[in-house]
């Protein structure tokens, strides 16, 4: 008996599950609930704007402490939703990054440790303004890009400081006496060309350069070509295939969410069945009524040419 009871009692309380995450997915999902959040998290980074006026903190400390703990809260309530929209499939939270990206957001501002250094606990609220990601589609395409075109940007780092040092130490030799300000060493040279990079200044590098060598005009034009083009051209390239890659990624999170939302629930199998039924009988009724009108026109004689319509009269003899 108490297995019974215990088996009896656990089936009776798995169906509160589904209707919870039920309930909560409808908040989430909700219009409302999004720029409600969202307002927030920009209420949080303004709030963190005003901290660093001192004479504006020592005049209002104790209603930006209340504000920052109305955050705090609003983010928590935020959280415990998000986690009871998932109680019929808990895994699901899990996998998705962002939920534990903002799972551990707030679960560290109570950690005691957090909270009574200071810095971290600014470099934590400072965190929270990434949670915009969430609810701009957009943006996290963009920061997902970013993230994917980090080994290819590390690439093209690589071979930008290469070029750098190979055109730094051709510069030094060639123009370290004539331009110590620029090249007067391995370093001046480096930064020089880093400027030129962008084009800062290039005008004024030529001239001095041809004051000094007319050789000087193949060494800016090849420097240029090969950084201002072809290596930033490359670098939008990586750029624009990982955000090509983080779209794609977006479009199949979503519809694997899609996929794994419950189905709806069954329909009663009676209603089609008395359903078809009312159908046959309409059907069978408006085919009686066809006959019955067939047999009418079959059984009325056709008029004949150039009688009128008008009845006989009574006592009118044919």
Aim: net charge neutral; hydrophobic share 45%; aromatic share 8%.
């Amino acid at each position: 008996m108490p297995e019974q009871y215990d088996q009896r009692t656990a089936v009776e309380s798995r169906p509160g599950r589904p209707e919870l995450a039920r309930r909560c997915r409808r908040v989430t999902e909700a219009r409302w609930f999004a720029v409600t959040v969202l307002t927030v998290i920009l209420l949080n980074a303004a709030l963190l704007g005003l901290e660093t006026y001192s004479g504006l903190v020592e005049e209002w400390h104790r209603w930006l402490q209340l504000a920052e703990h109305g955050c705090l809260a609003v983010f928590t309530a935020e959280i415990l939703v998000r986690l009871g929209a998932h109680a019929d499939r808990p895994r699901g939270f899990l996998k998705d990054p962002w939920n534990l990206f903002d799972l551990a957001v707030v679960l560290c501002a109570f950690l005691p440790l957090v909270r009574e250094n200071t810095t971290v606990l600014r470099l934590l609220r400072l965190a929270r303004v990434l949670r915009t990601a969430r609810f701009l589609p957009q943006l996290r395409i963009v920061l997902v890009a970013v993230g994917r075109s980090l080994p290819g940007t590390l690439s093209f780092l690589l071979v930008g400081a290469l070029l750098l040092y190979v055109y730094a130490m051709v510069g030094w030799v060639f123009f370290g006496r004539q331009d110590p300000e620029h090249y007067g060493s391995i370093g001046r040279a480096v930064l020089t060309l880093f400027l030129l990079m962008i084009l800062d200044g290039i005008g004024d590098a030529i001239h001095a350069g041809l004051e000094i060598s007319r050789w000087s005009l193949l060494y800016y034009a090849s420097y240029v070509l090969l950084a201002s083009f072809v290596l930033v051209n490359v670098l939008i390239g990586v750029v624009i295939t990982s955000l090509e890659e983080a779209r794609e990624m977006e479009e199949e999170q979503e519809a694997q969410d899609a996929a794994a939302e419950p189905s709806p629930p069954p329909q009663d199998p009676g209603r089609p069945q008395e359903d078809q039924r009312l159908l046959l009988e309409r059907l069978t009724a408006a085919r009686q009524a066809l006959d019955a009108l067939e047999r009418d026109l079959v059984r009325t004689p056709p008029p004949l040419a150039g009688a009128t319509s008008t009845p006989p009269t009574a006592g009118a003899r044919p």
